[in-house]
């Protein structure tokens, strides 16, 4: 199958991309940096999902909304409006099968920043929109939404030892999870699920249900 997704040089992208490669899939990749992968069936495009003007590519029969920002100042304009413009745009093929949208924990309790709660929590809406709309092309839609994850973007928190400490203690497992298994998921919810659409999995660790019961 063709697999269309964004945000794919580094991290979450980069783990799913090449979970679909391993399963002998074609996977085309935008991002704003340039390719980390190397591998004869993906295909790489320097695009800033912000902007019209997609390459043409082959019928897309799975698309990954992966592409995204901690800036607050661009969370609106790339999270949710860029999203939205890339889904709208690929959507279009005659051949699709599965949506999945990567959104993150703070769409639900409203933590990190304004604006990228906001553009999380708008892009789970987003995604229930269009799981109706493709429902009549027999499309799933879903979307991921993890809570810490070991990835490039986290290094600030990765590198210190007390603010990994404190991140791990908030969740009922004590840990974060591993970019692999997001990638795991998203192929669970794009090829072998043919009956979920327009839900949200949360992979948290269990940080949203850690509570201290007193008595």
Excluded: C
């Excluded at 007390?162 to 692999?180: F, H």
């Excluded at 839900?199 to 249900?209: S, T």
Aim: hydrophobic share 40%; charged share 20%; net charge negative.
């Amino acid at each position: 199958m063709n697999i269309v997704i964004s945000g794919s040089s580094r991290g979450i992208g980069r783990a799913i991309a090449l979970r679909f490669l391993q399963n002998g899939h074609k996977v085309y990749g935008f991002d704003t940096g340039e390719s980390s992968i190397d591998h004869p069936g993906y295909e790489h495009f320097l695009h800033d999902i912000r902007n019209d003007g997609f390459p043409e590519i082959p019928d897309a029969d799975i698309i990954i909304n992966n592409a995204g920002t901690f800036e607050e100042k661009d969370a609106i304009d790339v999270n949710l409006k860029g999203t939205i413009r890339f889904t709208e745009h690929f959507t279009k093929s005659s051949s699709l099968k599965s949506v999945l949208f990567i959104a993150s924990a703070s769409a639900r309790n409203g933590s990190e920043f304004p604006y990228y709660a906001a553009s999380k929590a708008g892009m789970v809406g987003y995604m229930k929109n269009t799981a109706l709309n493709l429902a009549k092309r027999g499309v799933t839609v879903n979307s991921i939404s993890p809570g810490g994850v070991i990835t490039e973007s986290n290094a600030h928190i990765l590198e210190s030892e007390e603010l990994y400490e404190a991140v791990k203690a908030e969740s009922l497992l004590g840990k974060w999870a591993e970019p692999e298994e997001i990638a795991d998921l998203a192929y669970f919810m794009t090829v072998v699920n043919r009956s979920m659409t327009g839900e949200d999995i949360l992979i948290d660790n269990g940080e949203m249900l850690k509570s201290n019961f007193i008595w």
